[in-house]
């Protein structure tokens, strides 16, 4: 079974430029743009391979993950409207 992933310019089409050029220009943008990338392929590993996690750790990952993407989100939406 393939899970799909939560690519941020596939989830925020709108934004992608923005998201690009933040990467680019934002060391800690691209910072955490790559942490929230190796979080979601992780957990989508995680269950792809049916890997018994307990559900806290699991919870765990995914809240950080919605975090980050929405302080990623937050951070393009605003580099948009400047």
Request: charged fraction near 35%.
């Amino acid at each position: 079974m393939t899970i799909p992933s939560h690519v941020l310019e596939t989830e925020f089409p709108d934004l992608a430029d923005s998201i690009r050029h933040l990467v680019q220009d934002s060391i800690q943008y691209k910072n955490d743009h790559d942490d929230y990338h190796k979080l979601d392929k992780a957990i989508r590993g995680l269950e792809e391979r049916g890997v018994a996690t307990d559900d806290h750790h699991f919870r765990e990952l995914k809240t950080k993950r919605a975090r980050l993407k929405d302080q990623l989100y937050t951070q393009a939406r605003n580099y948009r409207s400047h």
